[in-house]
């Protein structure tokens, strides 16, 4: 289920170790329909590849990259519309699940055209969309005042409007960048006491550079190499522990090629917290900065750009007895070594599986990973005779 960077991996290793797989949905549509236009990926090139067993469709293949340069969200939907061409073929189908039950020892699958589909094992590859986080302050506001930033495409329809964006990562600093870039009045609104940046990469780090601080997929430093290299061993560290390092780790910062951009263009008020939001001409915003003193601020609309929330029990695609026993223990339960969840026979990869296999996972980096870890174990349990 999904057709992103995730689904698309696990589908080429899935038909590449001779299994019987099909794939639902558009490939890479939240990526064209949901990432703003203009939009870069933060990721480097070299941890932007899908994952194919015989690693012959890296996004290298499909357009050669330099290290250090920015790849457009357009490029990456390209690319990965090409990989499932060749990797995926006519294993696709162009049509959304919308229900998933059970009926007798098969999972029943229910597609938008109203057709059902059997299958013994579900891997379900749904991405981000549905874990958008909107802060308390703003749930129940009408979209004409609030929306995520994942709602937008197309940011022009903002052009001479009032819009203020909350949060401090990428997403918030690329969507105020554009927004100003397309003509709104925007400002960014953070928590925090002041905004991080990420280096400027460097092809060639001295030996002591590389000693100190090491590159991986997924940034420099000795925890960053430890979460992109053994995700495997993330999952056998204490609960408490991966929930902290899942919270924290490569935390809200912004590329370094957007800086020149934002400074100058962007203000920010830092150091300011949401407490309450009203709808009336337009939003209202009641913020307490760090002292406890108050402040409003009235604007035409606002974009929550914090992130997204795993959180199970959303996943309304799932049949109620299906997600009751998917989230029983807690929003994101600690899956098997294989990505499969308390129900035997369904999967989760992505975003969804963060929590058991760390960083890795809320990035197209992990995909190779959560490819080969999930196609071992549906081997193991299809190539077994059904009991009779």
Not at 240 to 253: I, Q, S
Request: with cysteine; aromatic share 6%; charged share 20%.
């Amino acid at each position: 289920m999904g057709a992103g960077p995730y689904g698309l991996s696990v589908a080429a290793h899935a038909l590449h170790a001779g299994l019987d797989a099909r794939v639902f949905g558009t490939p890479m549509r939240a990526w064209e329909k949901n990432m703003p236009s203009g939009m870069l990926l933060k990721s480097e090139p070299d941890a932007s590849h899908l994952a194919d067993p015989e690693r012959r469709h890296g996004l290298d293949a499909f357009h050669p990259c330099s290290y250090g340069e920015p790849v457009p969200v357009e490029r990456f939907v390209g690319y990965g519309r090409w990989f499932q061409g060749r990797a995926v073929g006519s294993a696709l189908r162009e049509s959304d699940v919308t229900a998933v039950g059970v009926e007798g020892g098969s999972f029943a699958l229910t597609l938008s055209q109203g057709e059902q589909v059997l299958a013994r094992t579900v891997v379900m590859a749904v991405g981000f969309l549905p874990f958008a986080h909107r802060p308390d302050p703003l749930v129940g506001l009408p979209p004409e005042a609030v929306s995520h930033s994942s709602d937008h495409h197309d940011l022009g329809r903002f052009a001479g409007r009032d819009v203020t964006v909350l949060g401090a990562g990428q997403s918030a600093l690329e969507t105020a960048t554009l927004l100003a870039e397309a003509g709104a009045s925007v400002r960014v609104v953070t928590r925090r006491g002041a905004l991080a940046w990420n280096d400027v990469p460097v092809a060639r780090p001295s030996t002591v550079s590389r000693l100190l601080a090491p590159r991986s997929g997924l940034g420099r430093g000795w925890r960053s190499l430890a979460w992109a290299r053994v995700p495997g061993a993330f999952r056998y560290l204490p609960e408490r522990a991966r929930g902290h390092v899942v919270r924290t780790a490569l935390g809200p910062a912004g590329s370094w090629w957007l800086r020149g951009r934002f400074d100058g263009a962007v203000p920010v008020i830092l150091g300011a917290r949401l407490a309450a939001a009203e709808h009336g001409d337009g939003v209202r915003l009641h913020l307490h900065d760090r002292s406890g003193t108050a402040t409003t601020l009235d604007t035409e609309h606002v974009i929550a750009a914090t992130g997204y929330r795993v959180d199970l029990a959303r996943l309304r695609v799932l049949d109620d007895g299906l997600r009751r026993a998917v989230a029983a223990t807690s929003p994101a339960p600690r899956l098997s070594p294989v990505f499969e969840t308390p129900v035997a026979g369904l999967h989760l990869v992505g975003l969804a599986a963060a929590a058991t296999f760390g960083p890795a996972m809320r990035f197209v980096y992990g995909c190779d990973f959560a490819a080969r870890r999930v196609t071992r174990g549906l081997v193991n349990r299809l190539r077994v005779p059904r009991s009779p």
